[in-house]
């Protein structure tokens, strides 16, 4: 089987690494990858939102199947795209249509969804310019802090955490006028939930689903979760409070709910559902979905799979999910995210990296690393995950830990306490 994976950033590197080691792909191809994917395929320099030269590709090369990694190509209707293609309609693509994107490209349309189908999250209200007036009344009905979400996809920096009344209602406005650009044309105010956060995966074929596993990532950019959020500055996985008790509930107040409206509303789903969680007492709310695996989590999810994931998407292509099970690793996965100095604000890049080499015991994946003249160079915000497994989270942490002693680049930082708050 021929593989087009796109995306370019250490969750395709992750993606790539597991799909190269099937013993049912033929070749790897990945769109437009990065240093560490081609190690794993065929880098092929087209970038996620040029479908025309996607589909040129998949002609030429004789692919069935592409995996698409980031949502905005999900967004923007890959897989509507390939459909509408008579001779490309058999392709299978791991990832929603359009209109199933919306669960991640709209806020709003998801909350509207949870509420349709029952599903636990916090109370909110959305805004436009044409009721901006009204959100200092929805605000003073909550209690502090606020939080602030752009409607629209934001690179994952869309959503702010605010104490003061006043603050917030100045934030609504700068959102109308553009600082998270066009996402921030609605804007969704909900209460702030008490609790701790946790990930959890599923990949379904539209009929069923199978659990991957759980995992928690950590947004903010300074220790002690203070500062911007960012991409994600690492992660661990399994999540110590995520017992066979709380995932029965999130299966049955979350999981099953939401593939149940999905079929209700006729969304045809085939690809990976995040679901972003808050633990409140308990009890699982739903803060957000995405469309595709997390990064960082992809990074501690995907090598604790002990399944031939391409042998996974093959079966959601052909719509029999339900006849594969998943296989877990019993080891934990922690990951560090080494990233520029200044980042997530402006940070400067083209500073060589060295010392990979000198880890023997962990997984490199490339997040924003370019290779010029043959020496691997900085070429953005987040530069490598660094992945260790072992017996415990704290062991893997350990082990993640020392990876990041042994490599170098001009102003690389990294948070020292990832996994603190578990």
């Known amino acids: 089987m021929n593989v087009l994976l796109i995306g370019a950033g250490a969750r395709e590197h992750a993606l790539a690494w597991k799909l ?46 592409v995996v698409v990694g980031p949502e905005e190509p999900l967004a923007n209707g890959i897989r509507d795209f390939f459909r509408d293609q008579d001779d490309l309609d058999w392709v299978g693509v791991i990832g929603p249509d359009r209109s199933g994107a919306r669960l991640e490209s709209s806020k709003d349309f998801a909350k509207q969804f949870m509420i349709r189908n029952g599903i636990p999250t916090a109370h909110h209200q959305t805004f436009t310019t044409a009721n901006e007036h009204e959100a200092g009344d929805f605000i003073q009905s909550l209690t502090p802090p606020y939080v602030l979400k752009a409607d629209g996809l934001a690179a994952g920096k869309g959503v702010l955490i605010v104490e003061d009344p006043d603050q917030a209602l100045m934030e609504i406005h700068q959102m109308f006028n553009g600082k998270f650009g066009v996402a921030g044309s609605k804007v969704v105010v909900e209460e702030f939930l008490q609790g701790i956060e946790l990930s959890v995966f599923i990949l379904t074929d539209g ?31 399994p999540v110590p409070f995520a017992d066979a008790t709380f995932i029965e509930k999130v299966k049955q107040r979350i999981i099953e709910p939401t593939i149940n409206g999905l079929k209700s509303e006729q969304i045809d789903y085939q690809g990976f559902i995040f679901f972003g969680l808050m633990n409140v007492n308990g009890d699982p709310y739903v803060i957000e979905y995405n469309v595709r695996m997390g990064d960082p989590e992809s990074e501690v999810v995907i090598p604790r799979l002990e399944t031939d994931l391409l042998d996974l998407f093959k079966a959601v292509k052909e719509r029999r999910l339900k006849d594969k099970a998943v296989e877990i690793s019993q080891e934990a996965a922690a990951t560090i995210m080494l990233v520029s100095q200044g980042y997530p604000g402006t940070y400067e890049k083209g500073f060589p990296i060295n010392g990979i080499g000198h880890i023997e015991d962990g997984l490199v994946f490339h997040a924003g690393t370019i290779r010029k003249d043959g020496q691997l160079m900085t070429n953005g915000g987040r530069v490598l995950a660094l992945t260790a497994m072992d017996h415990s989270w704290t062991l893997a942490l350990a082990k993640a830990y020392e990876m990041a002693r042994l490599v170098k680049f001009h102003g690389m930082y990294h948070r020292k306490d990832i996994g603190f708050d578990l």
């Open 207 to 237: 009929e069923s689903y199978l659990l991957l596993p759980e995992a928690k990532d950590y947004k903010r950019i300074g220790e002690g979760d203070t500062g911007s959020n960012t991409g994600g500055m690492g992660a661990v996985s």
């Open 20 to 65: 190269a080691r099937s013993p049912i792909l033929q070749k790897l191809y990945i769109a437009p990858g990065n240093p560490g994917t081609a190690e794993c395929g065929i880098n092929v320099d087209i970038p996620v939102s040029n479908f025309p030269a996607i589909a040129q590709l998949v002609r030429k090369e004789s692919i069935h199947l």
